[in-house]
């Protein structure tokens, strides 16, 4: 080749390189140029510099009633004063407030936000692990802090999630995320908030799994056989806790390791259950366990109230936005779930119904069931305090206490409300970037719809 068209040639190929280097690069950065255009739809902010005072609202604590006109300050991302007459110390940032509304961060007690992204796309979900047991998977470790669901979730008002793992007999620890940060570790509010145990069908499919005990090859193995899998590995476990505990030398096994607190009472079990011989089955086995079990699910929860209510057994409500189940069912079944379990005495929590593109639902699941007869004050509780308690978290989140967490919402009235705008949110005492793709994507369009709209003269 030719000495001078070679460097003629190599000169355009260095040029072109360095062309599509730039346009990598500006592909990279023009995201986070500061124009309308290109805004980053969700900026992670920095924990609380100095004290906030929030002023003029009314504020509804959740369990000490509602304070007209106060004035709840908080430092360090923890409420230090609320009230009608809270002195403010030197430096404290003051929100005019007046005419708004102050509520609680939501909480979804059962959700898959940060674990699962595109239910078409494989790769973007992980929810499931292999196997039957293992208890030892905690959810928070594969949560992607970047999901676009964590911003229309807070957009919601929604700011804890209890993100649970799927599959299996024991499919792991459901973890507590403050739904802000740059990673998992930053979010993390409850590494093992529940251990989380989905009961057996009574009546499953035969030949869906092979090798089952006692059954004929290729055969499913049996309601009992699967109950009696889950009585085995939960004795199991507490042989391998009490080995521990003895200070005999065990090798060290981290499924058997993360069901202790569980066989301790310190976190609950949550045990999916949704017919009433299901949930019966999973009161006495869990009687029999001693460990402190919350059903999930619940689909018949009500014809089982009167246990329930004397073995002081909660529920998490995965779906309240639901079409019947049976043909025999009242259209209304599901809506009015929640106001026939209060009425019956049960404690109840209500969920987004588990899917990530379904948390930011979670106002409007406790929303229906004010529509089909609940109290609106025990709505609220359903997705605030009742869920925390459930979890274990209320010592930091769910009402508006001093010592809480300040995580909390500026609303334009009740945030079950479809109407009611979540103006702004607060997580740990932080201020939050209160953009989200779904905003992001309505003012792009609407720049669209305003430039092609005909001229009417």
Do not use: C
């Not at 959700?111 to 796309?121: F, Y």
């Not at 299996?168 to 739904?179: D, E, Y």
């Not at 570790?185 to 006692?214: D, H, I, K, Q, Y």
């Not at 334009?412 to 705008?421: E, H």
């Amino acid at each position: 080749m030719n000495t001078t068209k070679r460097g003629t040639m190599t000169g355009v190929l260095a040029r072109a390189g360095t062309m599509a280097t730039l346009t990598v690069i500006s592909a990279v950065v023009a995201p986070l140029l500061p124009s309308s255009a290109t805004a980053q739809v969700r900026m992670t902010v920095p924990p609380q510099s100095q004290p906030i005072a929030l002023q003029g609202a009314t504020i509804h604590t959740v369990t000490n009633g509602v304070i007209e006109n106060g004035t709840i300050l908080f430092n360090n991302g923890v409420i230090t004063a609320i009230g009608t007459d809270v002195q403010l110390p030197a430096g404290t940032r003051v929100v005019d407030a007046s005419g708004k509304h102050i509520y609680p961060g939501l909480i979804d007690a059962y959700s898959t936000v940060g674990i699962s992204e595109i239910g078409s796309v494989d790769v973007s979900s992980d929810t499931n692990e292999l196997g039957d047991f293992n208890p030892n998977v905690r959810a928070e470790v594969a949560v992607n802090a970047e999901s676009r669901h964590i911003g229309t979730t807070r957009s919601a008002g929604v700011l804890v999630s209890l993100t649970t793992p799927g599959g299996g007999l024991i499919s792991g620890m459901s973890s507590a995320l403050n739904l802000e940060g740059w990673s998992w570790e930053e979010m993390s509010l409850e590494s093992a908030a529940a251990l989380n145990v989905n009961w057996p069908n009574p009546n499953p499919r035969r030949g869906g799994r092979g090798g089952g005990r006692g059954g004929g090859a290729g055969d499913a193995p049996t309601y009992e056989e699967r109950v009696q899998e889950l009585k085995d590995f939960f004795a199991e476990a507490r042989a391998y806790r009490d080995a521990v505990a003895a200070g005999e030398g065990v090798r060290s096994d981290s499924r058997y390791a993360a069901m202790i607190p569980a066989l301790n009472g310190e976190i609950p079990v949550v045990v999916a259950a949704d017919g009433a011989a299901q949930i019966n089955d999973a009161i006495t086995w869990g009687q029999g366990e001693g460990v402190r079990i919350v059903i999930r699910g619940g689909r018949d929860a009500i014809h089982v109230a009167d246990r329930l209510v004397s073995e002081n057994i909660p529920v998490i409500l995965t779906s309240t936005m639901a079409a019947p189940g049976r043909a025999y069912e009242g259209y209304d079944g599901a809506y009015s779930m929640p106001a026939r379990l209060y009425e019956a005495g049960v404690k109840f929590a209500i969920s987004g119904g588990a899917g990530a593109l379904y948390t930011n639902r979670l106002p409007w699941e406790a929303g229906v069931a004010v529509a089909f007869g609940l109290p609106e004050e025990e709505a609220v509780k359903a997705v605030t305090i009742n869920a925390a308690e459930f979890m274990g978290l209320d010592d930091r989140v769910g009402s508006l206490e001093a010592g809480k967490q300040a995580t909390l919402l500026i609303t334009t009235g009740n945030p079950l409300d479809m109407t009611t705008n979540i103006e702004q949110a607060y997580i740990q005492g932080r201020e939050l970037d209160m953009n989200d793709i779904q905003k992001h994507f309505f003012e792009k369009y609407m720049v669209k719809v305003r430039q092609l709209r005909p001229v009417v003269f």
